[in-house]
């Protein structure tokens, strides 16, 4: 996903996080919040087939950045650093690398 988020203009950061959102005893998830120009549409239809392929039976949720409206948006932006930004690589998308565990947003 690394690759495809750098090459891509319109997407300006990423971020990873892994999201539990209620008390179950469910492992989180991971989400992958873009702060993009545009409708996530494009990016997200060819990274769920990358996703799928490296985390076969797992969720994986991508999620645009909302400048506008906080909530869980504002947790990505104040909480977590980014792994791409300005279409380079600023760090490591592997799971030891998720930089942030979201709970009840």
Do not use: C, W
């Amino acid at each position: 996903m690394k690759k495809l988020f750098t090459e891509k203009e319109t997407v300006k950061a990423a971020y990873l996080a892994a999201v539990k959102m209620d008390n179950s005893e469910e492992l989180p998830h991971i989400m992958i919040a873009l702060d993009i120009d545009g409708d996530r549409k494009e990016i997200t239809n060819e990274a769920g087939p990358i996703a799928e392929k490296y985390h076969k039976n797992k969720t994986v949720d991508f999620l645009q950045i909302d400048h506008k409206n906080g909530g869980i948006s504002d947790y990505f932006l104040k909480n977590t650093k980014p792994f791409i930004l300005e279409n380079k690589t600023v760090g490591n998308i592997g799971s030891s690398q998720i930089t942030g565990l979201v709970e009840k947003v």
